[in-house]
DNA sequence: CCATAATTCCCCACTTTTCCCCACTGGTAA
DNA sequence: TTACCAGTGGGGAAAAGTGGGGAATTATGG
């Protein structure tokens, strides 16, 4: 559990960053998650995830959809001294965040909840962790 | 039995340390278990896990959970100069270690119990061991 | 185009946590 | 007994995390 001070400041784990390549020159991408929560991406990351988006048709309306709704509040930033991102307000209210968040480091990227929505994510399903894992690892 | 002192720390027993590759260097991810015991892996042997997870999809809902959960408190940690591991007090938390643990060596990682929680799990089977060997092993 | 307000960014200072080091105990083997 | 190794405990330095002041930059309104 971190802290968020009243300027929208949040310090990346020493644990995550550790894993984040050099390449990315501690600039990252946040943007609007899934399940109300905010994905931060490496920008070597972010990079690719963009090549992506632009193999998809802004002909077709619902990849144009998409591709607004993923972009609409993406905003790039960069480490301060202190290892901290800024996140920017309206980001914060799409998440609920206040003055504490949950952050989870999730292969790709980095997940930022508010820490109740993140409990109730956990309990809104009913299947133990056990057979999910059976399940979903083969 | 092992004693976990109060700043989290536990020896890995010299009996379940000369099994450990050399290539992990000393170096082992902690994280969520099955039972309510906590996974210990040696790096070598989470970054095959790792690979596996990579190949889930992270637009697939089910999925996601499961990365989460499985990842949200993972933390690497290197054993100090004694050959402790400190486990982080979430983890700590989720498996109700306190001052004891029971250790488990299990192939390809290393399980860490409370006792007590141990006991009950052992109990909760009413099979016994010889008739679910018949079975497992066939 | 200027003056003012608002925001962002940089810097410094403090607190907490983590990690490194040293020391001790008890058991086992020479 | 003595030497050695495994396991245990704790103090202190270093790193990580937190908070806030103020300059620089950008936005807003006249």
Redesign the interface.
């Known amino acids: 559990m971190y802290a968020v001070d009243d300027k929208g400041r949040v310090s990346l784990p020493a644990?995550l960053r550790k894993y984040v390549s050099p390449e990315a020159n501690d600039a990252f991408v946040i943007t609007r998650g899934?399940e109300k929560c905010l994905f931060v991406y490496p920008v070597d990351e972010w990079n690719k995830l963009e090549e992506n988006l632009r193999n998809l048709s802004s002909y077709d309306p619902e990849h144009r959809r998409f591709i607004r709704a993923f972009l609409e509040l993406a905003s790039e930033s960069q480490l301060d001294a202190q290892a901290r991102l800024t996140i920017p307000q309206e980001l914060r209210e799409y998440a609920s965040i206040q003055n504490e968040v949950r952050i989870?480091?999730?292969?790709?990227k980095i997940?930022l909840w508010n820490p109740k929505v993140y409990e109730e994510y956990?309990s809104s399903?009913p299947e133990s962790?056990?057979s999910?894992?059976a399940?979903?690892?083969r």
């Open positions: 644990k899934f989870i480091g999730t292969l790709d997940e956990k399903e962790y056990e999910m894992a399940r979903v690892m």
